[in-house]
């Protein structure tokens, strides 16, 4: 298949994995690359600038296809050393930047002259449509549905999408709730030029999780996940467990005054006791509703292979025989 996010990325089909922290380790950019797609390594899970470089090497060793870093710039009171994180992405040879978070003009100029093409992950139309005007080459459009860092806008992949195509010049991607290929053939009618996929490939045999997050996400229905966060407008879609039940309970009874300190036993630094040591209660953790249409946990090559195959034979059988 090809699209304006197959020529922009140089890859086989339109399939991108999302930046996911303390997931999107090298072992899972690889596959997915490996797979055809665009594989993506989570730059903020490197302590360090020279973690990184490391982690873009060990990745070259383990593919020969186009991958990417991801670079989510939150607000912090001790800000990591984005300098250092750019410069280790430009010295690695990445030739792709999944950039999220705040607006990431600053670091335009120096990826845009080391050849590096940025996709802007986008909660909404405005931002994408900023995206565009400071010169991102695509954005990657992120629904109300997705794992993560939804924003405040709470407006649906069905609406969002077509909204995106209406005002958008540059390629976009549907991110957020994506599993299968009828999701991929409907995201391409709604006008957007690939997928981006996190939470599924979580669920995948190379993602370099515990496999008690992998049985997480099988047992979990579309009705499992919760939003967190909401007070602080720094909302969360979360897989629901005791954790995040007993931070739901603080935000209920701290109402407005809640401050992050307040949660920081559910939110600070749980990341890699859930996903490396699989402490399924440990903390809250990203999670999509697209849990519901998870069932299996395949190879990327297989998971991608069959997302393929199957929107082919939407756009050339079904579709055509309504006509
Ligand atoms: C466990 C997990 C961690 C994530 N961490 C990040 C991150 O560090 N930076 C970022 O930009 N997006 C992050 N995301 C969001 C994904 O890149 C992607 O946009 C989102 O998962 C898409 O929705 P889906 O899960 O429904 O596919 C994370 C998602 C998950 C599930």
Request: with cysteine.
């Amino acid at each position: 298949m090809k699209t304006r996010i197959t020529e922009l990325f140089g890859i086989e089909h339109p399939i991108i994995q999302g930046g996911m922290h303390f997931v999107g380790l090298a072992e899972m950019a690889a596959a997915v690359s490996n797979a055809g797609g665009l594989g993506i390594i989570t730059g903020l899970t490197q302590r360090t600038p020279e973690l990184l470089s490391k982690e873009i090497a060990r990745c070259r060793e383990m593919t020969d296809k186009p991958f990417g870093v991801n670079l989510t710039f939150l607000p912090s009171i001790t800000p990591p050393d984005y300098p250092g994180y750019v410069k280790a992405i430009i010295d690695g040879g990445v030739k792709a930047v999944e950039t999220a978070g705040n607006n990431p003009q600053k670091w335009l100029p120096a990826l845009k002259e080391a050849g590096i093409k940025v996709i802007h992950k986008c909660t909404s139309v405005r931002h994408s449509l900023k995206a565009e005007a400071i010169g991102c080459d695509a954005v990657s459009v992120d629904g109300f549905e997705c794992g993560g860092h939804p924003g405040e806008d709470d407006v649906p992949n069905w609406i969002l999408l077509p909204r995106a195509a209406e005002e958008l010049k540059i390629p976009f991607v549907a991110s957020g709730g994506v599993a299968n290929g009828k999701q991929l053939a409907a995201a391409l009618c709604l006008g957007a030029e690939g997928v981006n996929m996190g939470t599924r490939f979580i669920a995948t045999k190379e993602a370099p999780v515990h496999e008690n997050v992998k049985q997480a996400i099988l047992a979990a229905s579309e009705l499992d996940t919760r939003l967190v966060m909401r007070p602080l407008r720094n909302t969360e879609r979360v897989l629901n467990n005791a954790a995040v039940e007993r931070l739901l309970e603080k935000e209920k009874a701290l109402g407005a005054n809640l401050k992050f300190e307040d949660i920081i036993a559910e939110v600070g630094g749980v990341y890699p006791r859930i996903m490396q040591e699989g402490e399924m209660d440990a903390g809250a953790w990203s999670c999509g509703m697209v849990v519901g249409l998870i069932h299996d946990i395949p190879t990327c090559k297989d998971l991608v292979d069959g997302i393929m195959a199957e929107a082919e034979a939407i756009i050339r059988k079904r579709l055509p025989a309504f006509l």
